[in-house]
């Protein structure tokens, strides 16, 4: 069971009871000799949309792909509903109901709009429809008989985050959703992610776009070489704009 956080203050709001879903203790990560992670700590409660920012190489992604066993060595603690899932083989991670949609999206592009929904098979309880999914992404419904090949960037985009809803993940890793996007894709993206938070869902958003995360985020995990070096609630997103100046400018 995941455990009962009291009184807990999320995005300057104080709550009374939040059901922990992810946290992360002195996560350390390694690719080869490689140190890249150095000693994460950090909580996500069910319902929460958070952000970890930061520039290329501060470690963002390569934290989300920890969390799901997509990095061979780990040390530290890794809970997931309640979960120890330090040494947890990816599929086994999947069924725990965490979703993850990388930069790079993984559609198959020979496949049609519907065949790539039906492929994944359902690994947690309360996974969307496809009448569901295309109420929720319009766009995928136009294009439901379209390869893969034949989609816009942005339609490839809504089609991997409806992939992994159907699939009935209710703690989204996202990175890089925005990346290239049309504006009006972009304002599209920030709708889902607002009714994915009334619905309940947990994300953890990799993102460039601080215009786009900022209204978003009950909080933001700012990093720098592998290390959560701030973290900031929505409601002191002015009174801290020098971390975000001095961690985010190129």
């Known amino acids: 069971m995941s455990a009962i956080i009291e009184n807990h203050e999320l995005g300057g709001?104080?709550?009374?009871?939040r059901i922990e879903e992810l946290r992360i203790q002195d996560l350390h990560a390694f690719y080869g000799e490689s140190?890249?992670?150095h000693g994460i700590d950090l909580t996500v409660c069910q319902g929460e949309l958070v952000t970890l920012l930061g520039r290329n190489g501060a470690g963002r992604t390569t934290t989300l792909r920890a969390i799901v066993g997509l990095i061979g060595r780990r040390?530290?603690?890794i809970m997931v509903k309640g979960t120890e899932v330090i040494n947890t083989a990816p599929h086994i991670i999947a069924h725990l109901g965490v979703g993850y949609c990388p930069e790079e999206r993984g559609i198959f592009a020979s496949l049609s709009v519907e065949e790539?929904?039906?492929?994944?098979?359902?690994?947690?309880?309360?996974?969307?429809s496809v009448e569901e999914l295309y109420d929720m992404f319009p766009n995928l419904a136009e294009r439901r008989r379209s390869q893969g090949t034949r989609l816009s960037g942005g339609e490839q985009q809504m089609l991997a985050m409806?992939?992994?809803?159907?699939?009935?993940?209710?703690?989204?890793?996202?990175?890089?959703?925005?990346?290239g996007l049309a504006p009006v894709i972009v304002d599209k993206l920030t709708e889902v992610l607002i009714a994915l938070k009334a619905r309940g869902y947990t994300v953890v958003l990799?993102?460039?776009?601080?215009?786009?995360?900022?209204?978003l985020a009950d909080r933001h995990f700012v990093m720098d070489h592998g290390k959560i070096v701030a973290t900031i609630r929505q409601d002191e997103l002015a009174a801290k704009q020098h971390i975000f100046d001095k961690y985010l400018s190129v």
């Open 75 to 77: 040390t530290g603690s």
């Open 13 to 17: 709001q104080h709550v009374s009871e």
């Open 35 to 37: 140190h890249a992670l």
């Open 162 to 179: 409806a992939r992994i809803l159907r699939t009935g993940a209710n703690i989204l890793l996202l990175d890089e959703i925005t990346e």
């Open 116 to 128: 790539n929904l039906m492929l994944p098979p359902r690994v947690a309880a309360g996974g969307m």
């Open 206 to 215: 990799v993102e460039q776009n601080f215009r786009f995360a900022a209204p």
